[in-house]
C-alpha cells in the first residue's frame, strides 16, 4: 500500500473511499465530516439522528455516495468521546476500516487525519498513528500460500487536508509512521517464517540485507570465533543441532564518537524443540517464532538507520536451534559462559537464558553503556500477563522507566514486574555458580534474575515478549500471528535516548 498526503477539498477528491471521524456525544457532524453531510444531502445527520452512527469507538458506517461525490463511499468512523482519544485508539480505527475495505474491494481510500489537534494529538502525530494503523492492520503473512487471497488489495491511502501549510508536518509524520510500520512488519514476517526457512543462517541473510539496505556495519561470528570467545553457554544450546549457529552482530552509528551508546539484544532461537528436556508435541509448532525478539532488534535498528538519530546502537542476536540430537546438551551438564561463571544444567529448555548470558557478556565487553533484551523467554511469562502487555525487569529503574515511555507512546503496553533479592534463592545450584530453572513458581522472575547475574551492573532491561509475541485473533492493528512486539517500543526509546 502507498500512502501519500495531499491538500485539497474533499469533496472533490476521487476515490473509492472517503473516511471522515464522528465523536460520542455529538449531536451534529462537525467539521469535515459536516461538509460530506451536506454533499450527501443530510444522510449523515439523518443516520446520527436516527442512532445509526453514534460515534462510539470502532464503529464503522459505510454510506454510498451513489453519484453525489467523486469519492464511491463516505466512511464515517467512530473515535469514542474526545477527551479520551489518543494515538493507539486512531491506529486501531484505521486499521479495522482498511479491513473492512479491503474485504468489500475498495482498492483506493482516502481520510482526514482524524484526531489531529484533539486532546493534544498534533498534526504530525495524526497522520503518523493514520499510517502505522493502514499499513499494520492490513497486514498478511502469504509467503507460503499458491493460492491468491480472496480479497483484494488497497493499493493507495492518502491523508487529504484543505489547509496548505500543514503539509510538512503531514508529510514528516506520514514518513516516520511508515518507517515505523515497516519494521514492524518485516519483524512479523521474520517470526511467522516457519523453522525451515527461518534458520540461524537465514537470519543472517536477512541481517545482511539489513546492512546493505540501510549502511549498517555487520559481523556475524562462526562457530569457531565463538570457541574462541568461550561462548559456553550459548554454543551448548546449540551443539544438539545440525544448522550452524549464527553470532549476529549490527551497528548503527549516528553520534560523534566511537562509543556503544546502548546494545539491543534479542534471542534468537529459530526454532525450540525443547532439547533433550523436550516439550510436548501439542503446540511445538508455536516455537517457529522464539526468535521474535531477534527478529524485533534487528527490525528495529532497520527503522534506525532510516530516522537517522544522533547516537550510536549495537543490535546483537544469537541465533541457533534448540534441538535434541546425539550431541546435545543434556540435563546435568555444566556448562562455563563467556564471562567465567559455571552454570548447571536443570532442563535444556530453559535455553534461551543460556543464549543470552553470553550475549549480555559481550555487549558488556563492548562497552555497552545500557542494555535492552527482549526475549520469548518464558511460558510464565503469558500466564502472568497474557498477551495484552510485555513483562519487563530491571536493575536500573531509571532506564525501564524510558522503556515504559517508549512503549506508551508505540501503544505496545508494558508492565513491569519485581525484582526482589529473594527469588535469586531459586537459582542456586549446589554444583555449579548457577543453575538455568528456579523451580515452578516465579518462573518469569528467575529467569530475569539469571539474566541480572550477566548483565551485572551495567543498566539493564529485560523485555519478555513470550505473550505478546503473537496473539490468537485480530485485535486493533495486530493480525493473528506474530504481532512485531516491540519494534515500534524499541525505535522510540532510542529515538528518546538520542535527544538527551
Ligand atoms: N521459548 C520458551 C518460552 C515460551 C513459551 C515462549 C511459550 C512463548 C510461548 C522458553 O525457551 C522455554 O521453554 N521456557 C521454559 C522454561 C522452563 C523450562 C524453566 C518454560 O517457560 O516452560
Ligand atoms: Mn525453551
Ligand atoms: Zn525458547
Redesign the pocket.
Known amino acids: 500500500m502507498e500512502i501519500k498526503v495531499t491538500t485539497g477539498d474533499i469533496t472533490k477528491i476521487e476515490t473509492g473511499a472517503i473516511i471522515v471521524d464522528f465523536f460520542e456525544g455529538m449531536e451534529h457532524p462537525a467539521g469535515d465530516t459536516a461538509i460530506l453531510d451536506e454533499a450527501l444531502g443530510g444522510a449523515i445527520s439523518q443516520l446520527v439522528s436516527q442512532g445509526e452512527i453514534k460515534g462510539k469507538l470502532s464503529e464503522i458506517t459505510v454510506i454510498h455516495s451513489l453519484g453525489r461525490l467523486p469519492a464511491g463511499r463516505v466512511v464515517v468512523v467512530g473515535l469514542g468521546k474526545q477527551a479520551e482519544l489518543t494515538q493507539d485508539k486512531i491506529r486501531g480505527v484505521v486499521a479495522e476500516t482498511c479491513r473492512l475495505l479491503r474485504q468489500k474491494n475498495v482498492e483506493t481510500i482516502a481520510t482526514v487525519n482524524q484526531g489531529a489537534g484533539i486532546a493534544g494529538i498534533t498534526i504530525e502525530g495524526a497522520a503518523q498513528v493514520i499510517t502505522e494503523g493502514a499499513l499494520l492492520g492490513v497486514y498478511s503473512f502469504r509467503q507460503h500460500l499458491t493460492k491468491k487471497a480472496e480479497h483484494g488489495e488497497i493499493k493507495q491511502l492518502t491523508i487529504i487536508n484543505a489547509d496548505k501549510t500543514n503539509l510538512p508536518a503531514l508529510e514528516q509524520g506520514c514518513h516516520k509512521g511508515k518507517v515505523l510500520a515497516e519494521a514492524t512488519n518485516l519483524a512479523r514476517d521474520m517470526a511467522n517464517e516457519p523453522g525451515n526457512y527461518m534458520t540461524p543462517s537465514h537470519m543472517a541473510e536477512v541481517a545482511t540485507r539489513l546492512a546493505e539496505t540501510y549502511r549498517l556495519e555487520l559481523q556475524v561470528l562462526e562457530r569457531e570465533q565463538m570457541q574462541e570467545l568461550g561462548m559456553g553457554a550459548f554454543l551448548g544450546v546449540a551443539q544438539g543441532s545440525r544448522e550452524p549457529p549464527k553470532f549476529i552482530i549490527l551497528r548503527y552509528h549516528g553520534g560523534d564518537d566511537k562509543a556503544t551508546d546502548v546494545a539491543l539484544i534479542g534471542k534468537g532461537?529459530t526454532f525450540?524443540s525443547?532439547g533433550i528436556?523436550i516439550?510436548p508435541s501439542e503446540g511445538m509448532g508455536?516455537?517457529k517464532?522464539?526468535m521474535a525478539g531477534g527478529a524485533a532488534v534487528m527490525a528495529a535498528l532497520s527503522a534506525i538507520a532510516q530516522l537517522k538519530p544522533k547516537i550510536n546502537v549495537l543490535a546483537l542476536v544469537a541465533a541457533t536451534e534448540?534441538m535434541p540430537n546425539g550431541s546435545a546438551l543434556k540435563p546435568g551438564d555444566i556448562l562455563t559462559a563467556m564471562s567465567g561463571k559455571t552454570i548447571e544444567i536443570i532442563?535444556t529448555?530453559?535455553?534461551?537464558r543460556l543464549t543470552l548470558a553470553d550475549v549480555l557478556d559481550y555487549a558488556k565487553k563492548q562497552g555497552a553503556k545500557q542494555m535492552v533484551d527482549v526475549a520469548?523467554?518464558?511460558?510464565?511469562m503469558?500466564v502472568a500477563l497474557g498477551d495484552i502487555c510485555t513483562g519487563a525487569f530491571t536493575n536500573n529503574q531509571e532506564l525501564v522507566n524510558k522503556v515504559i515511555a517508549a512503549g506508551a507512546e508505540a501503544g505496545e503496553r508494558i508492565w513491569q514486574m519485581p525484582m526482589y533479592e529473594e527469588y535469586k534463592e531459586q537459582n542456586k545450584s549446589e554444583v555449579a555458580d548457577i543453575q538455568n530453572?528456579?523451580g515452578r513458581s516465579a518462573?518469569s522472575i528467575t529467569?530475569a534474575q539469571f539474566l541480572a547475574e550477566f548483565a551485572g551492573d551495567t543498566p539493564w532491561v529485560h523485555l519478555d515478549i513470550?505473550g505478546t509475541?503473537t496473539t490468537e485473533k485480530e485485535r486493533n492493528y495486530l493480525v493473528k500471528g506474530a504481532t512485531g512486539v516491540p519494534v515500534r517500543t524499541l525505535v522510540n526509546l532510542v529515538l528518546a535516548l538520542a535527544k538527551q
Open positions: 532461537i525450540d525443547g528436556s516439550k508455536e516455537m517464532g522464539d534448540n532442563s529448555d530453559a535455553e534461551g520469548t523467554l518464558t511460558g510464565a503469558r530453572t528456579g518462573g529467569a513470550a509475541s
